[in-house]
């Protein structure tokens, strides 16, 4: 009982002291809020609109309503339509898009053939995100009318990854190590050199 009266005691006490310093009652409450706000809405971590193109070589009613279906997932922005395979891939080393997808000629026999991909994905291998939006659509169904979907298939899609083939992580975790190892050393050399100035007496001449 003595401890919830103490403890109520405390309490009290912070409020008051709480009311009359508004700047840390407006951090206190203010900044809990804008952090729910920014992870909440502002980070946005879905993958939307990814640069693409596509290589319709079938040109048939399948093949059509497949590219409107992946358009839909508003995961692949079609910005280019192309003839060639080649030219999916200078688009892709000229960093134009991030992602093609090339329709061959025979995507209707292959699309209720279950041993064989209906389609193929080039992608930038370098990009991790682009590689897990790659596996994730990889199996994205296929349907003949609005209602009868097709026969059930390994992978609608055989991904194939440029600049990275081997899909090492190194290719993509390397360049941002070096980033942060950078930033935190140039840190800790500006620390040590203000603590060294201050230990001779030179700081008020920096």
Known sequence: MKSAIRLMAVMRKELRQLMRDRVTFA?????????????????????RNL?????????SHLSRQFIADLSQTQVLDFQRSVDTAAELEELLRTGQISIGVLIP????????DSRRSAAQLLIDGVDPTIVGVANQIRNIPLYFDATAPAQN??????????????????????????????TLTMMMFTAVSVVREREHGNLELL
């Open 153 to 182: 298939k390994a992978a609608t899609f055989a991904i194939r990854p440029f600049f990275n083939p081997e899909r090492r992580s190194a290719v993509f975790v390397i360049p941002g190590l070096i980033g942060i190892i950078l």
């Open 105 to 112: 000629p025979d995507f209707d026999r292959r699309a209720i």
């Open 27 to 47: 951090m206190i409450v203010g900044i809990p809020v804008m952090q729910m706000l920014m992870f909440g809405y502002a980070i946005n971590t879905d993958v």
């Open 51 to 59: 640069a693409a193109a596509v290589a319709d070589q079938s040109d």
